[in-house]
């Protein structure tokens, strides 16, 4: 497995969740990586990406100053760190590994993909 998301689970609006994804060394060292998400129903959403050194980031519009997406290379992480959560926030989210070392918001952008963690937020 080279992308291993955790975290997520069923929380109340205004809670805060960590998601953490657990990323083989190959496919992280040089590599933006990023979070999409996927509501029931909906497609696959872009929700946060930060490059490869961890110094740039982006983030969907409506989870900007609520999510925080981060890295940490000595152990091979990503994190998403979530506050303020919306039941709009719901859905199976998937850390992925870009193609690119840079910021990728396309999903088209990357070539790996965990295999998600549901968050569930109830108002």
């Known amino acids: 497995v080279q992308l291993q998301a955790s975290g997520g689970g069923l929380v109340q609006a205004g809670d805060s969740l960590r998601l953490s994804c657990q990323a083989s060394?190959?496919?992280?060292?040089?590599?933006?990586m990023g979070w999409f998400r996927q509501a029931p129903g909906k497609e696959r959403e872009f929700v946060a990406a930060?490059?490869?050194?961890?110094?740039?980031?982006d983030y969907e519009n409506s989870v900007k100053g609520r999510f925080t997406i981060s890295r940490d290379h000595a152990k091979n992480t990503v994190a998403l760190q979530m506050n303020s959560l919306e039941p709009e926030d719901s859905a199976v989210y998937y850390c992925?590994?870009?193609?690119?070392?840079?910021?990728?918001?396309?999903?088209?952008?990357?070539?790996?993909w965990g295999q998600g963690t549901l968050v569930t937020v109830s108002s």
């Open positions: 992925a590994a870009a193609r690119s070392s840079g910021v990728t918001t396309t999903a088209s952008g990357y070539a790996y």
């Open positions: 060394k190959r496919i992280f060292s040089n590599n933006g």
């Open positions: 930060i490059n490869w050194r961890g110094a740039d980031t």
